[in-house]
């Protein structure tokens, strides 16, 4: 009997190796017709590759690459979003692991702080940045001044910048001068100038969601694993919310 592909593994194993469900829960999800492999409806004892394969439970893609890692990084102040500073500035990266080599998904600039995903997986980074699917970000922002009613409507309408009109936002006045801002976009700076916009200088901006991925028990400059649920939870968020912003009156 030839030897099976070196890289591949029984579906229902990969699923409950990745936390999916449990390898017999798993083969329910197969024949109840849950799972595709590469567009196609899967088979149960059907083999993956887990290197080339794409799997999808419930239309969700599922990253299946056994080298993937996905971290969760309170950044601080001061430190930069990107992978390599010119200038030799501390960088997000210095602050988890060196191996295996991961990127900042999206970016938070150096004067705001609060969470940031960093990730090998190339997929999921397009994904998550991607203006098609627009992942809400959830940010507290400290402002000057109380934000008048006319203003917190500006915000949730839209702010014309530069280079556009901003989408509609959720925003709320928590406390004088405090704001809660969900957006799902991704510009540079976008909340800072759309604060400076209506007249209320940013004075301290953490972002405390990305998705449905919050942690109120990170500390400054510490990061932690995502969990195989949050992960599986963040690609629903990803589809749910590209589905809301196709069809915004449903």
């Given at each position: 009997?030839a030897?099976?592909?070196?890289?591949?593994?029984?579906?229902?194993?990969?699923?409950?190796?990745?936390?999916?469900?449990?390898?017999?829960?798993?083969?329910?999800?197969?024949?109840?017709?849950?799972?595709?492999?590469?567009?196609?409806?899967?088979?149960?004892?059907?083999?993956?590759?887990?290197?080339?394969?794409?799997?999808?439970?419930?239309?969700?893609?599922?990253?299946?690459?056994?080298?993937?890692?996905?971290?969760?990084?309170?950044?601080?102040?001061?430190?930069?979003?990107?992978?390599?500073?010119?200038?030799?500035?501390?960088?997000?990266?210095?602050?988890?692991?060196?191996?295996?080599?991961?990127?900042?998904?999206?970016?938070?600039?150096?004067?705001s702080?609060?969470?940031?995903?960093?990730?090998?997986?190339?997929?999921?980074?397009?994904?998550?940045?991607?203006?098609?699917?627009?992942?809400?970000?959830?940010?507290?922002?400290?402002?000057?001044?109380?934000?008048?009613?006319?203003?917190?409507?500006?915000?949730?309408?839209?702010?014309?910048?530069?280079?556009?009109?901003?989408?509609?936002?959720?925003?709320?006045?928590?406390?004088?001068?405090?704001?809660?801002?969900?957006?799902?976009?991704?510009?540079?700076?976008?909340?800072?100038?759309?604060?400076?916009?209506?007249?209320?200088?940013?004075?301290?901006?953490?972002?405390?969601?990305?998705?449905?991925?919050?942690?109120?028990?990170?500390?400054?400059?510490?990061?932690?694993?995502?969990?195989?649920?949050?992960?599986?939870?963040?690609?629903?968020?990803?589809?749910?919310?590209?589905?809301t912003?196709?069809?915004?009156?449903?």
């Amino acid at each position: 009997m030839a030897d099976q592909e070196p890289h591949t593994e029984k579906l229902q194993k990969v699923l409950a190796r990745l936390g999916i469900a449990s390898r017999r829960a798993s083969e329910d999800l197969i024949m109840q017709r849950r799972v595709s492999v590469n567009g196609r409806t899967a088979q149960i004892g059907q083999r993956v590759d887990i290197n080339k394969d794409s799997v999808m439970v419930d239309d969700v893609p599922v990253s299946i690459k056994p080298d993937l890692v996905y971290y969760l990084l309170y950044k601080p102040v001061g430190v930069i979003s990107t992978a390599d500073d010119p200038q030799g500035r501390q960088t997000v990266i210095d602050l988890v692991p060196e191996e295996p080599r991961v990127f900042p998904v999206g970016r938070l600039d150096r004067e705001s702080e609060g969470l940031l995903l960093l990730t090998n997986d190339g997929e999921l980074t397009y994904r998550l940045t991607h203006p098609s699917f627009g992942v809400a970000k959830e940010y507290y922002v400290s402002v000057e001044g109380e934000v008048s009613r006319r203003n917190l409507r500006s915000l949730r309408e839209g702010i014309d910048l530069e280079d556009g009109i901003t989408a509609p936002a959720k925003v709320t006045q928590i406390d004088i001068g405090l704001l809660r801002i969900v957006i799902h976009e991704g510009r540079n700076r976008q909340i800072r100038r759309m604060c400076e916009k209506v007249g209320h200088p940013v004075l301290r901006l953490i972002r405390t969601r990305i998705g449905c991925i919050t942690d109120r028990k990170l500390g400054t400059g510490e990061w932690r694993s995502l969990s195989a649920n949050e992960i599986r939870d963040l690609e629903h968020a990803i589809v749910r919310d590209a589905n809301t912003q196709a069809n915004p009156e449903k």
